[in-house]
């Protein structure tokens, strides 16, 4: 009879051998086999960090993937783990791996390394201290005791997350496709700091291709661009539309799809249209801005620039994608824009 140490030994092995060879033919296909320096964990180093996974170290917990803050003998870590134990699943953890590796930018949480002894693969970021999401801050702040986000913070937040989705654009050999915006996939540090997180479904746009063809339609309701859904195209301007959505949700202090009231509409059309009158009617700034920012406004300058801000984000969210700006125009609007803030 095999002891059960020896068992257990065996399987981290196998798992070691099939993780490590499938992320091997995911990064050679996807970046040459080229990415950032990271570490091996071990699955008793990361137990030891998280006491064992406690949930009191729970950061995110969103049904699909797991971020626990942990602590090593000299640095605070993030550990990734998915929730969901199916092929999807793996595909997206692997995906997260081979992306994330890549990164190097400020507004991005930093891969530090993963471990493979697991079934599936666990992911290690930097430490980032727990100040809840983008998502929380803007539409959940009451339920989460966060403190609210004033024009000027929402304003810098925006650009800050405009200058990533350009990086990923045009940073790269092959621009890269986020797919997955939403203002619950960035993380905030005690400065209000966005970092981007979660790579599972982003893709590479092949070479000499200007668009990914025949993509299976995923993303989160309200910000999935209507190419997308309809030809099953992805390309940049798909990232733009999502932005738009992010952009009027902090503009708002709205979602663009609220699963609570049993109804769903994948491209938001009817909200879009309903806001889409309210922004144009002569009272859209006390119709359409949130609440609070409408509160924080002292002067006409501030208005003019949420109307500037609202404007990009109704270009942003054109039917077609021709008619959208690329991220780098929004960046250098965006940038323009809160300098005028100061």
Same mark, same amino acid.
């Given at each position: 009879?095999i ?23 995911e ?9 950032n ?71 991005i ?35 989460c005791? +966060? =403190?609210? !986000?004033?024009?000027?913070? %929402? ?8 200058? /990533?989705?350009? *990086? ?28 981007l ?12 291709e ?13 910000y999935?661009a ?7 195209v ?13 952009? +009027? =949700?902090? !503009?708002?202090?709205?979602? %663009? ?8 509409? /994948?491209?938001? *059309? ?21 609440p ?19 404007e ?31």
């Open positions: 009879m002891p059960f140490w020896r068992k257990k030994h065996r399987e981290k092995k196998a798992f070691v051998l099939k993780n490590g060879g499938i992320l091997l033919e990064l050679i296909t996807t970046f040459d086999g080229k990415r320096p990271i570490r091996n964990f071990s699955s008793k180093e990361l137990k030891l960090a998280t006491n064992n996974y406690d949930t009191m170290n729970v950061i995110i917990d969103d049904g699909f993937i797991k971020l626990h803050k942990g602590f090593l003998p000299d640095r605070q870590i993030s550990v990734m783990v998915f929730e969901s134990e199916s092929e999807h699943s793996y595909d997206c953890c692997i995906n997260n791996i081979v992306f994330a590796s890549q990164m190097c930018h400020k507004h949480l930093k891969l530090v390394g993963c471990c493979l002894e697991t079934e599936f693969p666990t992911l290690v970021f930097e430490s980032l201290v727990k100040y809840g999401t983008l998502e929380d801050h803007i539409l959940n702040h009451h339920k005791h +966060l =403190e609210t !986000l004033s024009w000027r913070q %929402r304003l810098k937040i925006a650009m800050e997350i405009s200058h /990533t989705f350009a *990086y990923l654009h045009i940073g790269f050999p092959r621009p890269i496709v986020y797919s997955w915006m939403s203002s619950s996939r960035f993380l905030l540090d005690e400065h209000c700091v966005p970092k997180f979660d790579f599972s479904i982003a893709q590479c746009i092949p070479e000499g200007t668009q990914i063809k025949d993509a299976k339609v995923v993303g989160f309701h309200g999935v209507p190419e997308h859904i309809f030809s099953h992805l390309d940049e301007k798909c990232d733009v539309y999502g932005f738009g959505s992010l952009l +009027l =949700e902090l !503009l708002t202090g709205q979602r %663009r799809y609220d699963g609570s009231n049993g109804t769903e509409n /994948t491209s938001s *059309y009817e909200w879009y249209c309903d806001l889409e009158k309210k922004i144009n009617e002569d009272n859209w700034f006390i119709e359409a801005v949130d609070i920012i409408v509160g924080d406004v002292q002067c006409p300058e501030i208005e003019q620039q949420l109307k500037v801000c609202k990009l984000a109704v270009k942003c969210l054109s039917y077609s994608g021709e008619d959208r700006p690329t991220m780098i125009d929004v960046a250098k609007q965006l940038r323009q824009l809160y300098l005028s803030t100061s």
